[in-house]
């Protein structure tokens, strides 16, 4: 059975600061896997999705990495701002027959401090 | 283009009652999901929609049920509600449901169960 974790679960940085959100997972036959933001009232916003056969992804600020042989994914964010205080949550496709749906991690809550 | 839009945005509902919530995907997206999300639980997927069928189901009781109408909008009820069915729910809309698109998710609404 797929699990997605996510750690650490809160983490609290000053402005500025370089930063790293890590996702693991169970079982490796994973079709993508996708970084979501998550801010209060207004739902998910896509930020990243790596496709299986890819080892990275980068949009402006945020790269996120994905090893799928030790199950392992990271979200990199450079040069923290207060605006990136939210929710960050990981999702696999797992790969499992006609079945493909998103597993998904609790989640890091970031704050960025000025 | 107008993003995903749910309602209500908030609701109380007491235990053994039904309720109806209404998702409206972005213009031209055929696909629909949605998704119970708890401190707990995280965000666990309930079922997709595609061109009016439900084409992929999560391990939910038979009191959750959905459909979709031949404008891509839909609809997801849950009957006689629990405590435990307190929850956000969000609706997600894609092109084609496909693996490799990205979801684009709704505000959500707020079910709270007395």
């Known amino acids: 059975k797929q699990e997605v974790t996510q750690i650490p679960a809160a983490l609290s940085v000053p402005e500025g600061e370089n930063l790293v959100l890590n996702c693991s997972f169970t079982?490796?036959?994973?079709?993508?896997l996708q970084w979501f933001r998550q801010d209060p009232g207004k739902g998910l916003t896509s930020l990243l999705l790596?496709?299986?056969s890819q080892r990275e992804q980068t949009s402006g600020r945020l790269n996120a990495s994905l090893d799928k042989s030790s199950g392992r994914s990271t979200l990199y964010i450079a040069a923290s701002q207060p605006g990136d205080s939210a929710t960050y949550l990981c999702a696999v496709r797992h790969n499992a027959g006609n079945n493909r749906k998103l597993i998904w991690g609790l989640g890091t809550s970031l704050a960025v401090n000025p | 283009k107008a993003g995903v839009t749910q309602t209500p945005r908030y609701l109380i509902k007491t235990r053994g009652q039904q309720v109806t919530l209404s998702c409206s995907p972005i213009?031209?997206?055929?696909?629909v999901s949605w998704y119970q999300q708890t401190p707990g639980q995280g965000l666990q997927f309930l079922f997709e929609?595609?061109?009016?069928?439900?084409?992929n189901k999560g391990n939910f009781p038979g009191r959750f049920s959905g459909r979709q109408f031949s404008n891509s909008r839909s609809e997801m009820n849950v009957s006689t509600l629990e405590l435990g069915d307190s929850a956000l729910y969000l609706c997600?809309?894609?092109?084609?449901?496909?693996?490799?698109?990205?979801?684009?998710f709704g505000p959500g609404t707020r079910l709270l169960v007395l």
């Open positions: 997600a809309s894609s092109s084609d449901g496909l693996e490799t698109e990205t979801q684009y």
């Open positions: 213009s031209g997206h055929r696909s």
């Open positions: 790596i496709q299986s």
């Open positions: 079982d490796s036959a994973i079709y993508n």
């Open positions: 929609y595609f061109s009016e069928t439900q084409r």
